[in-house]
T-cell receptor
């Protein structure tokens, strides 16, 4: 079954600290993996995209990694800010059915 | 920037009422989607449309219908609202042709629907 699982479900960190969010997937075949950020009361917004041949992609303080062999991705946030408080959703595009498959998200809280 | 606008941020309806959720996008995207988002479950696809007057069932279409009379507008209809349809509803659009493998979704801000 094509699934995307994220961990942890929620995370609390202090402002200025780093953190890493995990995404494991069983989707196959797939073409790309995206991380979306969803602020409270808003729709998700794309942060990064990686194809199956890419290992890492950065967007400012956000760095995503992908290991297509182990089917794992991570999103690393450096020097967290209060505005990083949001849900982060891992999304895999399943080319077998031209379908987007979503993880349940990790809820990140950054405290001052 | 792409703008996807959902007509209501919050809605409260009674069981059995007919509910319309409206979504408009301004970037001439072919594809439009309706998702519902529930805690711990992630986004689940209800219906999508890849052209005017075309619609396809997603993963959880039961209890819902859709309408796409114009390219920019995609409506979600709850014929007879039930309490288990209380949820956050998100509309999205994308510019993608069937041969491509790089779908980027642009989301609206969502409608929080409560059915009492």
């Amino acid at each position: 079954k094509n699934q995307v699982e994220q961990s942890p479900q929620s995370l609390i960190i202090l402002e200025g600290k780093n953190c890493t969010l995990q995404c494991n997937y069983t989707v196959s075949p797939f073409s790309n993996l995206r991380w979306y950020k969803q602020d409270t009361g808003r729709g998700p917004v794309s942060l990064t995209i990686m194809t199956f041949s890419e290992n890492t992609k950065s967007n400012g303080r956000y760095t995503a990694t992908l290991d297509a062999d182990t089917k794992q991705s991570s999103l690393h946030i450096t020097a967290s800010q209060l505005s990083d408080s949001a849900s982060y959703i891992c999304v895999v595009f399943y080319t077998g059915g031209f379908k987007t498959i979503f993880g349940a998200g990790t809820r990140l809280f950054v405290k001052a | 920037d792409v703008k996807v606008t959902q007509s209501s941020r919050y809605l409260v309806k009674r069981t059995g009422e007919k509910v319309f959720l409206e979504c408009v996008q301004d970037m001439d995207h072919e594809n439009m989607f309706w998702y519902r988002q529930d805690p711990g479950l992630g986004l689940r696809l209800i219906y999508f449309s890849y052209d005017v007057k075309m619609k396809e069932k997603g993963d959880i279409p039961e209890g819902y219908s859709v309408s796409r009379e114009k390219k920019e507008r995609f409506s979600l209809i709850l014929e007879s609202a039930s309490t288990n349809q209380t949820s956050m509803y998100l509309c999205a659009s994308s510019l993608w042709d069937r041969g491509a493998t790089n779908e980027k979704l642009f989301f609206g801000s969502g409608t929080q629907l409560s059915v009492l």
